[in-house]
């Protein structure tokens, strides 16, 4: 059986894309030190243009 966490990643006014990847890219190191795993990544779209992500991790504890 698993255990799910989520993280919101929200892009800030004047952040650009590539530090939104680079917080991701932290977060996901983060956790998997912790002993989770990505389990889906699903985009914030809002008119037509991403401004984030929803994290979905798993753990099996």
């Not at 990643?9 to 977060?27: T, V, W, Y």
């Not at 190191?29 to 984030?52: K, Q, R, T």
């Amino acid at each position: 059986m698993y255990t799910y966490k989520i993280e919101l990643i929200r892009k800030g006014s004047f952040q650009s894309i590539e530090s939104i990847l680079e917080e991701a890219e932290a977060r996901l190191n983060h956790w998997a030190i912790e002993g989770w795993e990505l389990d889906h990544l699903m985009p914030l779209e809002s008119g037509g243009y991403s401004n984030g992500a929803v994290l979905v991790l798993r753990s099996k504890h």
